[in-house]
């Protein structure tokens, strides 16, 4: 184990995670740097996690540390000079009907529903379409941090639950889910539009996305949403459309 000396926290350390089939990428081995003990992850604690690039699944805290691929990269939105895409501004308004709520992290039956629906018709046979309670609520509902339920309601009816990290320097989203039905609607679009739109209400600089990965179709989208951020070799810079992946 290694000590972050740049950490508040001088106790926290890490460790480097056994090789595990890629997520995103086939054919290939991960492995992630988790952070400990959890106890001593804070807001403030993660806040500076987050800045190094660091991500969170419950109470699970880490970051990419692969033994021959570094494709995954941090990014963050801009949020002072974000302008959104054409696209975006026709998502926006074609979800102007829906009602925005924020809840603390609860479990909620309608919730998992949802939940449930949304894994059985988006990632059949991923493991996670066959979660029980217990499973979601570890997932979802387990934070050391400042964590917030986004519930999108339409006529009534929970279509959307967004989950995302309150930072001192921004917001960082974790994962939504929403009504496959309602694919038409770009929930997921219009999620990380209203995560941008509540960081400039709350006078936050950054929304952070998660790993970028160019050879990943469901993680390269991120490059949608400008100016960003992206953090290479200690640093964050700004993100052009020459990335190396």
């Known amino acids: 184990m290694t000590l972050l000396t740049e950490l508040p926290i001088q106790r926290l350390q890490f460790y480097l995670t056994a090789p595990y089939p890629c997520s995103y990428l086939p054919d290939r081995l991960a492995r992630s740097q988790v952070a400990t003990p959890v106890a001593l992850i804070d807001t403030p604690v993660f806040s500076e996690l987050a800045r190094q690039g660091f991500r969170r699944s419950g109470h699970y805290v880490y970051r990419p540390r692969c033994d021959t691929c570094a494709a995954c990269h941090p990014v963050r939105v801009r949020v002072a000079d974000f302008v959104p895409r054409r696209s975006q501004r026709r998502c926006l308004k074609r979800n102007d009907d829906l009602e925005v709520v924020l809840r603390p992290l609860e479990f909620d039956e309608t919730h998992y529903a949802l939940y449930r629906r949304y894994q059985a018709t988006r990632h059949s046979g991923g493991g ?34 967004g989950l995302f990290d309150r930072l001192l320097d921004g917001l960082s989203a974790v994962y939504a889910f929403f009504d496959p039905e309602l694919a038409t609607r770009s929930l997921g679009v219009y999620n990380v539009l209203t995560l941008v739109g509540l960081a400039r209400d709350m006078g936050l600089p950054y929304v952070y996305l998660g790993y970028w990965i160019k050879e990943s179709a469901k993680m390269a989208y991120k ?11 200690g640093i964050w810079k700004p993100f052009t459309d020459t990335e190396p992946a």
Do not use: K
Request: net charge negative; proline share 2%.
């Open 128 to 161: 996670m379409d066959t979660d029980d309670r217990e499973q979601y609520r570890t997932f979802l509902l387990t934070s050391g941090v400042d964590s917030v339920l986004a519930e999108f309601s339409l006529d009534g009816r929970v279509v959307m639950v």
């Open 223 to 233: 490059s949608d949403y400008r100016p960003l951020e992206i953090f290479r070799y």
